[in-house]
């Protein structure tokens, strides 16, 4: 089963060899260190030189991020460690660390601990809580200590690989290995940690050009990989996916399959010999140094493999695992005292492992099945029990609205269509798919073009021209959004007129669709609930569209992922990357009303006012306002100064001047003078002017309406203030 993942280059920088890098776990910084004797982070989203070290005239070979403290810590040729803040760019200590050029820096994830690796075999631990003073010095090698690794499972052990041919683990507090790993033929010169708790693996990479696989449990090796024509410079598991990433002089960089030890990918992006990977633990971001530069690459997709189904049961994987969480077990009290965007606590089972790594869930419309995709392969779960109903081969699932009916894409130009799990028929579009989407109708995305095709028949329905990236449809098949990369657009779906519809052109049927609106928008994940489309933006915002208007329900914090929407609650849920579900209050009377506004159902809508509850009514006037419906507007109102500015663009200044009597505003009483006087109510703009303070104003009115009252009125008043 092969692995397929996208890789996506996020920054390419060219510079001197680069001997080190390191990614900060919340920046979007690479730590680059150079052999000039210099350190560059760089901002690996927008391509920027954030900062710039001078650390000596000699090579720096290491260097890594201290998040906790805002430093960098670097080990370089002149056999110093220093220590900058990234801040304040200045720098906070150096010492002698080694007799020796410094080879490698593991810093301690919850303690003031820093350990060093040099050429001079040592291996030391330093305490930076007590003036960097040396805890302990480790002693065993033979030669050169190029790199070493503390265990992401046990912080009380790690691993150093060698020019004397060996990996040696070893444990704080003793100063000898706990035991060594042999089995390379010449020096190992990089060493890793697998992070998940099912195995217990090393890997190691050395100049014979092998990488091996270790169960450091057993003490043996597990797998060889045979791939790489120079010497193996570095080695990774990755954190987050089932890759394996190693590094050589043969100017490649490779991907492996975790578990089959598959070759998947080989990445050359010219810059000579590799020379070290580093990959972000809770991100798919690795890092990679070359001779000449520097590349930060994305493999595969952030968007976590989970799904929720009607009745609020969610389900996620976890690397091969799989979870569920029900939202039902939330008591109601909890609920209603959630905050807006507040993790959420629930009860999480294990319900078993999947035999493929999945990068998609998805249930069906009645929630009875699940289907995992991924690795070039699909399996059909029951939700209940997980038990494997269906699977096959395909790069792309699609589920449709029926329940029983389901489309597979197999490749760029054949679509499977099923029907309780039997094949039914293929269709084979006139386009070279990047994608299938699902729903009433069975979509084939190119790269050009998106066309549409009836799941019975296989009849070419609609095609548009347009780069799309996703299709999202209504529940009532009604409404249909289509994403691309920097816009959505909102179409109609004619459902009568295709059904009508005598014989198709080339392009299908021209009614099939009407565009109802288009937003410079892009979208993240989206969810329909009845006619109000919502979604979330590449800048974490969370909105929904109605009628031609977009409403931020809330900015968010971080990426989060539209999981569904349950009514008896009005709550809508979200998860992170890591699967923190959080969730929104969001009215489904408010949403319910705006459609029936849409439709312009006004009786419909009217019934649904009282259930609004007041505090949410002003929003749903601003939305009445907008569509040009002021004077339900002003009905629905609870704001005055809303109130106010409807009454006045209406022309009912007899409630402008009882709202204005109560706020008692200079404003407001400037704004009545000015719609009274375009109405000619004289008498009253004299007054508001008055009431204004306004007595120039009053003057000049009067003198213009030849109003003798108004002009001793204003005269006096204007006396008195003189004096």
Request: glycine share 6%.
């Amino acid at each position: 089963m092969p692995l397929r993942l996208d890789v996506k280059k996020k920054l390419l920088a060219r510079s001197d060899r680069v001997k080190c890098v390191d990614l900060h776990p919340t920046e979007t910084w690479m730590l680059v260190a150079l052999y000039n004797g210099n350190i560059h982070v760089w901002n690996y989203e927008n391509q920027q030189l954030v900062k710039s070290f001078e650390v000596c005239e000699l090579p720096v070979r290491c260097a890594k991020f201290i998040p906790r403290k805002n430093w960098i810590i670097t080990g370089s040729d002149d056999m110093h460690v220093r220590v900058f803040n990234y801040n304040t760019l200045e720098r906070v200590h150096q010492f002698e660390a080694h007799s020796d050029y410094l080879r490698s820096i593991a810093v301690h994830p919850s303690q003031p601990f820093v350990l060093t690796s040099s050429d001079d075999m040592l291996i030391k631990l330093w305490d930076w809580d007590n003036k960097w003073s040396v805890k302990q010095t480790f002693e065993g090698h033979t030669h050169y200590v190029m790199q070493l690794v503390i265990n992401p499972k046990d912080n009380n052990t790690f691993a150093t690989a060698s020019l004397d041919k060996t990996v040696k683990v070893w444990q704080f507090g003793s100063s000898t290995a706990n035991f060594t790993l042999e089995g390379h033929e010449k020096g190992v010169n990089c060493v890793d940690y697998y992070h998940g708790g099912d195995r217990p693996y090393l890997i190691s990479g050395a100049d014979d050009r092998f990488v091996k696989i270790w169960d450091y449990q057993n003490k043996t090796c597990v797998a060889t990989l045979d791939g790489h024509a120079q010497n193996v410079s570095a080695v990774c598991f990755h954190p987050e996916l089932p890759v394996i990433i190693t590094g050589s002089e043969d100017s490649t960089v490779r991907l492996w399959h975790a578990s089959t030890y598959r070759l998947e990918t080989t990445l050359n992006y010219g810059l000579e010999r590799v020379w070290c990977i580093y990959a972000l633990r809770g991100s798919n971001t690795v890092a990679i140094g070359y001779d000449e530069g520097s590349v930060t690459v994305k493999l595969g997709r952030e968007e976590p493999a989970v799904s929720m189904d009607s009745s609020g049961k969610i389900l996620w994987a976890k690397h091969s695992e799989m979870q569920q969480a029900n939202l039902k077990t939330l008591d109601a009290t909890m609920l209603e005292q959630l905050q807006d965007g507040e993790r959420i606590s629930l009860s999480i089972k294990d319900v078993g492992s999947c035999e493929i790594y999945p990068q998609t869930l998805a249930h069906n419309s009645n929630g009875r099945y699940v289907v995992a995709c991924g690795d070039g392969e699909y399996i059909v779960y029951t939700a209940m029990a997980l038990r494997n109903k269906a699977f096959g081969s395909g790069l792309e699932f699609v589920w449709s609205t029926d329940p029983s009916e389901y489309a597979v894409r197999e490749s760029a130009s054949n679509i499977k269509i099923f029907k309780n799990f039997k094949e039914v028929r293929t269709l084979r579009p006139d386009v070279i798919m990047e994608g299938i989407e699902g729903g009433p109708l069975v979509a084939a995305r190119s790269l050009n073009a998106l066309c549409f095709y009836d799941w019975e028949t296989g009849s070419l329905i609609r095609r548009i021209e347009i780069s799309a990236k996703h299709v999202y449809w209504s529940d009532n098949a009604e409404m249909v959004a289509i994403a691309s990369d920097d816009t959505f657009y909102i179409l109609k779906y004619n459902k009568e007129a295709v059904e009508n519809v005598a014989a198709a052109d080339i392009d299908g049927i021209e009614d099939a669709f009407d565009v109802i609106g288009e937003v410079q928008e892009s979208i993240k994940t989206a969810i329909w609930i009845g006619d109000c489309f919502i979604f979330t933006t590449d800048l974490n915002r969370l909105n929904y569209y109605v009628g031609g208007e977009i409403v931020t329900i809330a900015h968010m914090d971080r990426p989060l992922y539209l999981l569904g929407y349950t009514p008896m609650e009005s709550r809508l849920y979200l998860c992170d990357k890591d699967h923190n579900i959080v969730s929104y209050r969001l009215l489904l009377s408010v949403l319910e009303y705006q459609t029936a506004v849409m439709r312009r159902d006004f009786v419909t809508a009217n019934t649904m006012l009282p259930v609004i509850p007041r505090d949410h009514r002003t929003r749903v006037a601003h939305f009445l306002e907008k569509q040009g419906f002021k004077k339900q507007a002003l009905v629905v109102s609870q704001d005055p100064d809303h109130r106010f500015e409807l009454a006045l663009s209406l022309g009912d200044l007899k409630l402008a001047y009882d709202l204005a009597v109560t706020a008692d505003s200079e404003e407001k009483w400037r704004q009545l003078s000015q719609a009274a006087t375009l109405k000619s109510e004289l008498m009253l703009a004299g007054e508001c002017l008055g009431r204004a303070r306004d007595y120039g104003g009053l003057l000049l009115l009067a003198t213009s309406a030849g109003s003798a009252t108004l002009v001793c009125v204003s005269q006096i008043i204007v006396f008195f203030l003189n004096e």
